[in-house]
């Protein structure tokens, strides 16, 4: 049988920090998107973090200076296009 996976995502009283706070605690094996806290939504069942690829996006043209294409070529190609094992973190497009 499938195991199902949940995402559990935060609510005004759980911010990104408090988020990643707890999958540490819980979950040490789970793997973190260096630079990307404030892009973390949620995580699943497993302890796998969940990223807000729009906002990974504004990170990297606020903070690196990159064009919107830059930024999303960079995101395709370092991010989305690596897989790091069972505990990926999940990336979502989301408005």
Not at 64 to 71: K, N, R, V
């Amino acid at each position: 049988m499938t195991k199902k996976t949940t995402i559990y995502k935060y609510t005004k009283r759980m911010n990104h920090d408090k988020i990643l706070d707890i999958v540490k605690e819980n979950y040490p094996e789970a793997l973190i998107a260096d630079g990307f806290n404030s892009a973390i939504v949620g995580y699943t069942n497993e302890g796998k973090l969940v990223y807000r690829v729009a906002k990974m996006i504004d990170i990297l043209m606020t903070r690196d200076e990159m064009s919107e294409e830059d930024a999303q070529e960079y995101i395709d190609y370092n991010v989305l296009g690596a897989y790091v094992g069972e505990m990926t973190p999940i990336y979502i497009y989301t408005e």
